[in-house]
């Protein structure tokens, strides 16, 4: 079992959908929970990043992380095209000073007008 | 501003070439990071600089050779690298070992 499962689609929208991502994970331990964006051909781009329990929003992305099911969100309200990309879900514990990211597999999206 | 820098861009090299990457951050970052990434897959940890000091190698090959000439450059010296090498190779940095890491926008590598 992956420490990290992300289902990695495609998923395909049309504008103006909501958007809904998901992440599971197995590792109790993780403390650190982020949201990566990643245009075709491009570096991985921070979105979103939270370290607690529950829903942080920014503009039109709200992430969502629920401990105690080891599941984290994230929603895209009023999807655009330029919204089509991957997405990486990330989390993260801090072992010996070291803070190591564990990636999903990345979600890919399409947003189509 | 949260910017990584890489150069170049893209890189097409031979098996017998020797070549180097290049990441700048000015953002004060004391730990920078390498990635490789393969199509349709996530980054994949390589090497970790903590204060300019090698913390992390992730058992890669010794054809690839990383230097923290200070705390703002990050080089990743490349020999007799394979076809299987092609990837996107990222560079990363944060404020230290344990924070967010921010990355830049890759350097795209073919080996023929």
């Known amino acids: 079992q992956k420490e990290v499962e992300q289902d990695p689609g495609p998923l395909s929208v049309p504008e103006g959908a909501i958007v809904s991502l998901n992440c599971t994970y197995s590792n109790s331990a993780f403390q650190y929970f982020m949201w990566y964006r990643q245009y075709s051909r491009k570096g991985p781009e921070l979105l979103m990043y939270t370290y607690s329990s529950g829903n942080k929003e920014d503009g039109r992305f709200t992430a969502q992380v629920d401990k105690s099911s080891k599941y984290i969100s994230l929603f895209i309200r009023d999807s655009q095209p330029s919204d089509s990309a991957t997405y990486l879900c990330a989390m993260s514990a801090i072992s010996g000073g070291y803070n190591k990211l564990i990636f999903g597999a990345g979600t890919r999206l399409a947003v189509h007008p | 501003d949260t910017e990584v820098t890489q150069t170049p861009k893209h890189l097409v090299m031979g098996m017998t070439n020797k070549k180097s990457l290049k990441c700048e951050q000015h953002m004060g970052h004391r730990a920078m990071y390498w990635y490789k990434q393969k199509a349709k897959k996530p980054p994949e940890l390589m090497f970790v600089y903590s204060y300019e000091k090698l913390s992390i190698n992730e058992s890669v090959p010794s054809r690839f050779s990383p230097e923290c000439p200070n705390s703002s450059l990050l080089n990743l010296h490349l020999h007799a690298l394979q076809p299987e090498d092609s990837a996107l190779y990222l560079c990363?940095?944060?404020?230290?070992?344990?924070?967010?890491?921010?990355f830049g926008p890759g350097t795209r590598l073919l080996v023929l």
């Open positions: 990363a940095s944060s404020q230290d070992q344990s924070k967010t890491q921010y």
